[in-house]
């Protein structure tokens, strides 16, 4: 039902620009060589054609989605939209195609191929969202809990309900170092807001103090006898180490009693 | 002392105690305090042996009047000795709890004077946490056997699990090795907490703000490899404390040796981690796939093969149910296949509910056709170029953690391996395929 042109559709990297791609792509019923956001650096042969952004074309592809997909369908692209898939845009334009052309069914396709793409994508999301809840760390610096992230995907609105919940009192900071981005909140309020760096400060002695804790016990929990390092990076990919506490120890000679490393620095260094 | 030394004699510990995990309540927080709880369980850390850390897990302290062979903190073991006290270990759970290194916290104990003395000091920690610092977090306290029904009651509302050893898997063993307990006293405590849920939940569907007794129900553990419990002992003891007392989990924690007692394997006798391993694996197929202890193991063969794991053992041996076609077979039929687990099962019955499946799309799913492919067809065929041969087949179905073991097995050993209680194939082709195939 669409001829595959060979223009490429450039919009402005929001969601709502790639709602009006896929207005433009069923008003001209085409299904254009490629999709992507106009900063991004790849050069083309193809033809250019800039979508521009219209909120109320946005707004009847948003009202229009859970109509003939279902809200799962909805849910599944606003996750898709947020993950490093390649060609994530081409992807998502198919499966709204898919999904005008066979309804909620589309949901079921799980052996299609632009269905499971989607899906892989949405897990491995899932996934490092699950991964972050796990491993960030905080530090307290003045009233402040602030922590930095390098994610593959766009985790912070996935994310960011658990730890609003968790420490609704408190005010934090998570920066997400590869998009830029960052999760701020306070008592009441929260945004997701565009940071260009950020600047860690020198942790203070009772920081210090609870770090260093939090060593002591993580080496203290380890059974010797059991060591297993294969099976600890199974479930905690090195990836994720740099930014964790127990695995980036400041060693000050003296600061703490000497003697033998305990079990669990000892099987660290042994890697 | 400091706190630094408190924590290190302290965790040491407890460090035996295999559950940590923090599952089986949802609780969302108000909008004060500090803490939830998430119903999957986080685990925030994995330590140097792989496991999960998911509480802070310490013992209030670590003397103990009891003297159990197989315990590190028995009263005749010479090692140093530390106690927290509530305010200071509450002070450490919010810390940590703050930092994100902790779901929450782990209490266990020796019994220092008495267990009532205990559950006490345990009931004034979690009322700091809990009314005083507004903590809405995970706690898993341990029910001390022998401790005043009112205590426990008290303790059971504030906190989220609770939990009973088991110890050891049969009365004989407990009495050789821990002469202080008995099986009545470890049960009498477990029969109480289900009870105590049963009528909680009673009283919660009448009145529904009526206070919860620990909402995410009990679990115990039992120590395999210090006595001679044969696996199928042990697996039918699990699966009957599922039923009769409603546990969530039950947990198996390899025996490490820790003292040099005639009664107990020698000191240098290496954990048993693969039979661990399998039980954990049994203990999945009871509570997720709809196994019977009895199904996996009898009196005939009561341990586990240590080259494949306990699905494809059955499988094996129930060739004549198989293949199943996976375009026709229910969800109980689907999920007894090697390969496909609960999630791939109910993709499969999505999926073929808009389309003919094929093996390519089963790959898609995610079901490990490397398993699979031997025990389904897909619309009436077998997969195109499935060689049938022993050795295909074995090096495909032999778990990882199979091949490592037998890798250790030193060359004279390798005879007395029997890979298939009907002796199928004997354990020279085994090893034989194995070597060609790595």
């Known amino acids: 039902m669409f001829a595959c042109g060979d223009v490429v559709y450039e919009y402005d990297g929001t969601l709502d620009g790639f709602f009006c ?21 790849q050069m083309t042969l193809s033809p250019v054609r800039f979508i521009e952004t219209d909120p109320k074309k946005a707004e009847r592809v948003r009202r229009a989605i859970p109509k003939k997909l279902s809200w799962e369908g909805m849910t599944l692209l606003e ?70 992230i390098k994610p593959l995907n766009q985790v912070l609105p996935l994310i960011a309900p658990h730890f609003i919940d968790r420490y609704p009192e408190e005010a934090f900071l998570i920066y997400d170092e590869t998009h830029g981005m960052a999760l701020v909140y306070r008592p009441g309020q929260s945004a997701i807001v565009p940071v260009d760096s950020f600047e860690r400060n020198d942790p203070d002695e009772e920081e210090q103090k609870y770090r260093d804790l939090w060593c002591e016990y993580y080496d203290a929990i380890a059974i010797e006898g059991r060591y297993n390092p294969k099976c600890r990076m199974n479930h905690m990919p090195k990836r994720y180490w740099e930014e964790m506490t127990e695995f980036c120890r400041e060693r000050k000679p003296g600061l703490r009693r000497s003697g033998a490393p305990p079990v ?6 042994g890697e | 002392m400091d706190l630094f030394d408190k924590l290190k004699i302290l965790t040491d510990g407890a460090k035996y105690d295999v559950a940590c ?87 266990s104990s020796g019994i220092r004077k008495s267990p009532d003395d205990t559950v006490e000091q345990f009931i004034k ?104 419990e044969t696996d199928y002992q042990i697996l039918s003891l699990s699966s009957a404390l599922y039923k009769k007392y409603k546990l969530k989990r039950v947990f198996f924690s390899a025996y490490m ?17 693969l039979r661990e391993h399998r039980l954990y694996q049994a203990d999945w197929l009871l509570r997720f796939y709809g196994f019977e202890a009895n199904e996996l193991l009898d009196e005939a063969n009561p341990s586990f093969n240590p080259l494949i794991d306990p699905k494809c053992n059955w499988a094996l041996s129930h060739m004549d149910r198989f293949p199943v076609e996976v375009g026709k077979a229910d969800y109980e039929e689907l999920l007894r296949v090697p390969g496909i687990g609960v999630n791939s099962a109910k993709r499969i019955l999505a999926a073929r509910r808009v389309g003919p499946l094929s093996y390519e799309g089963l790959k898609k799913i995610g079901v490990v056709l490397k398993r699979a492919q031997y025990f389904i067809t897909v619309n009436g065929k077998l997969n195109d170029g499935l060689r049938i041969t022993q050795d295909g087949i074995l090096r495909n179905l032999i778990s990882q953690q199979g091949v490592e073991y037998l890798r250790g097995q030193s060359a004279e050993q390798y005879e007395q391996l029997s890979l298939f209680s009907q002796g199928r194939i004997g354990g020279r082709e085994a090893v034989k395929c194995l070597r060609a195939g790595m």
């Open chain 1, 21 to 41: 791609c896929v207005f433009e792509s069923f008003r001209r019923k085409e299904t254009p060589a490629g999709v992507r956001p106009f900063c991004s650096p």
């Open chain 2, 21 to 107: 995990t923090s599952s089986g309540v949802d609780r969302e927080n108000g909008s004060h305090g500090m803490g939830s709880a998430v119903s999957c369980g986080i685990c925030h850390t994995f330590s140097a042996d792989g496991r999960c850390v998911s509480l802070l897990k310490v013992l209030m302290t670590n003397c103990c009047i009891f003297d159990c062979a197989y315990c590190v903190n028995r009263r005749s073991n010479p090692v140093p000795r530390a106690a927290f006290t509530p305010r200071e270990l509450a002070d450490l759970t919010m810390q940590f709890y703050r930092r994100n290194y902790i779901e929450g916290l782990f209490l």
């Open chain 2, 125 to 228: 920690t979690v009322q700091i946490l809990r009314n005083e610092y507004h903590f809405y977090g995970y706690i898993h306290a341990k029910a001390i056997p022998g401790a005043d029904h009112a205590l426990l009651t008290r303790l059971g509302m504030l906190v989220d699990r609770m939990s009973v050893n088991i110890e050891l898997p049969s009365e004989k063993s407990l009495s050789l090795l821990a002469p202080d307990k008995s099986k009545t006293s470890i049960l009498k405590p477990m029969g109480f907490i289900t009870g105590k849920l049963q009528e909680n939940r009673r009283d919660l569907v009448q009145y529904r703000h009526a206070p919860k007794f620990a909402p995410a129900g009990q679990s115990t553990q039992m120590i395999v490899g210090a006595s001679g």
């Open chain 2, 257 to 273: 040796p820790v003292s040099s007692n005639p009664l107990l394997p020698a000191a240098d006798t290496p954990p048993p981690l």
């Open chain 1, 264 to 269: 669990g620095r000892r099987m660290l260094d």
């Open chain 1, 79 to 148: 996750h898709a939209f947020l993950t490093f898939l390649e060609q994530k845009e081409l992807f998502m334009l198919r499966f709204v195609q898919l999904g005008f052309d066979m309804g909620p069914n589309v949901m079921r396709h799980l052996t299609h191929d632009t269905v499971a793409t989607l899906l892989k994508a949405q897990r491995h999301l899932y996934n490092e969202s699950h991964r972050y809840k796990q491993f960030i760390r905080f530090s307290v610096s003045g009233k402040v809990l602030t922590s930095v």
